[in-house]
């Protein structure tokens, strides 16, 4: 079975060029030694808030996953839900429009100054039909932003995926729902300490936000079967 492999790439917030440069970095190790073989791209949550363009980063990845299709997959993350959550309507809360705009809102709307209300419009609704986690158990993969809950798992719940810095997530020896046996949680949400990914559990879990806005990297991890993670950096 030709199983594809995947590029996982952290926490993005707003780093346009530096995702534009990951993406020619793995699309040209892609043409160079992967001969063919299916590449997914998944990224992980947190495209918005902090970083210089929020709105390109949106617009650059609608229009990825226009050419690429199934190719691409897209993650709700808190920033995301964040954003939605301030914009949800004429009554949003004040409280939620001063939490977004604290945590990095803000520079978010810097960056559609200028812009037709409708751009707006467009990205909230594409934000809103987001997923917050993606599983591939043939291969032994589960992709989701902040993390899933160790002993219920499917049945986290889109907070969990969004939110979670549980401790007994982070050690993979606390894992206890039967559906993780054999499976690897690839994730953002919490900077590694080093700017490098973070793994534990002899892998099971493997953290690729590298603290790109905070002065860090940006981090891609392309997966594949039966082969060491490689990884990319910008």
């Given amino acids: 079975m030709n199983r594809p492999i995947y590029c996982a790439i952290g926490d993005i917030h707003g780093e346009l060029e530096r995702l534009k440069d990951l993406h020619r970095q793995v699309l040209a190790f892609a043409a160079d030694e992967l001969r063919g073989r299916p590449l997914r791209f998944v990224h992980l949550g947190d495209?918005?808030?902090?970083?210089p363009d929020s709105c390109g980063v949106i617009d650059y990845l609608m229009a990825f996953e226009r050419v690429r299709g199934r190719k691409?997959?897209?993650?709700?993350?808190n920033h995301e839900q964040m954003m939605i959550d301030a914009h949800d309507g004429p009554g949003a809360a004040a409280g939620a429009v001063r939490h977004w705009s604290i945590n990095g809102g803000e520079a978010t709307?810097?960056?559609?100054?200028?812009?037709p209300?409708?751009?707006m419009a467009s990205h909230l609704a594409w934000l809103k039909s987001l997923p917050t986690v993606h599983a591939d158990r043939g291969a032994g993969l589960v992709f989701v932003h902040a993390g899933i809950d160790p002993?219920?798992?499917p049945d986290c719940g889109a907070q969990v995926n969004m939110w979670t810095r549980r401790?007994?997530?982070?050690d993979p020896r606390c894992w206890t729902a039967p559906a993780l046996r054999g499976q690897r949680v690839i994730h953002g949400h919490t900077p590694t300490e080093d700017?490098?990914?973070e793994t534990a559990g002899d892998g099971q879990r493997l953290n690729l936000d590298t603290g790109a806005v905070y002065g860090g990297?940006?981090?891609a991890a392309v997966l594949q079967p039966g082969a060491p993670d490689l990884f990319f950096h910008s």
Avoid: H
Avoid at 47 to 51: A, N
Avoid at 72 to 77: E, Q
Avoid at 109 to 115: D, F, M, T
């Fill in 167 to 170: 401790r007994e997530f982070m």
């Fill in 151 to 153: 002993d219920a798992y």
């Fill in 72 to 77: 691409v997959i897209t993650l709700r993350g």
């Fill in 117 to 119: 209300e409708a751009r």
């Fill in 109 to 115: 709307l810097a960056s559609y100054e200028g812009k």
């Fill in 217 to 219: 990297r940006l981090t």
């Fill in 195 to 197: 700017s490098l990914p």
């Fill in 47 to 51: 495209l918005v808030d902090r970083g």
